[in-house]
T-cell receptor, first 113, second 116 residues
Framework: AQSVTQLGSHVSVSEGALVLLRCNYS??????LFWYVQYPNQGLQLLLK??????LVKGINGFEAEFKKSETSFHLTKPSAHMSDAAEYFC???????????FGKGTTLSVSS | NAGVMQNPRHLVRRRGQEARLRCSPM?????VYWYRQLPEEGLKFMVY????????ESGMPKERFSAEFPKEGPSILRIQQVVRGDSAAYFC??????????????FGPGTRLTVL
């Protein structure tokens, strides 16, 4: 069965520092993987997606993620954090039938000045 | 192109009442998904619908919950006889679902249900 584990429910960084949010997945088939961001009291916005093309995926707002099959990981990074990046981030994997996304529990990113 | 629309954004019900949550997918999208987000939890899949068909309801509670996506009009998630444990944010997503789909879903702003 598909599953997603996000390591660290809270991550705090200083403005300008590297952002690293960890995601490990379990999948019985080649996965489709996603990162979403959720701002307070809003819906989810897609940051980026992996669909078996390039293993390094670039998304919006300067975020990128690298698919590593050997490590079953899809960590999200950003070289330099901005205050506006403070939000909750969710990693998700598509189920084999493609009928649902399976989400991790989320990581709250705090950015301090 | 308007995004996924959900209404109401906030809904308060007393125990035992019914809750109806509406979702209008993005223009051109014919596939709708409902998710529930409990406090401190990620989103949990509930149901996947196409027009007039329920495709996957593996995440729906067996009782009190139902969903529909009629030929005309929005998708409706209905919760009968609500209990306090139903308090959560309910998100709708839609997708175009073409043959090459990898299930990219576009989310609405959610309906926050509070049961008193």
């Amino acid at each position: 069965a598909q599953s997603v584990t996000q390591l660290g429910s809270h991550v705090s960084v200083s403005e300008g520092a590297l952002v690293l949010l960890r995601c490990n997945y379990s999948s019985s088939v080649p996965p489709y993987l996603f990162w979403y961001v959720q701002y307070p009291n809003q819906g989810l916005q897609l940051l980026l997606k992996y669909t078996s093309a390039a293993t390094l995926v670039k998304g919006i707002n300067g975020f990128e993620a690298e698919f590593k099959k050997s490590e079953t990981s899809f960590h999200l990074t950003k070289p330099s954090a901005h205050m506006s990046d403070a939000a909750e981030y969710f990693c998700a994997v598509s189920n084999p039938a493609g009928t649902a996304l399976i989400f991790g529990k989320g990581t709250t990113l705090s950015v301090s000045s | 192109n308007a995004g996924v629309m959900q209404n109401p954004r906030h809904l308060v019900r007393r125990r035992g009442q019914e809750a109806r949550l509406r979702c209008s997918p993005m223009k051109g999208h014919s596939h709708v998904y409902w998710y529930r987000q409990l406090p401190e939890e990620g989103l949990k899949f509930m149901v996947y619908l196409q027009k007039e068909n329920i495709i996957d309801e593996s995440g729906m509670p067996k009782e009190r919950f139902s969903a529909e996506f009629p030929k005309e009009g929005p998708s409706i998630l209905r919760i009968q006889q609500v209990v306090r444990g139903d308090s959560a944010a309910y998100f709708c997503a839609s997708s175009p679902r073409d043959d090459s789909s990898y299930n990219e879903q576009f989310f609405g702003p959610g309906t926050r249900l509070t049961v008193l």
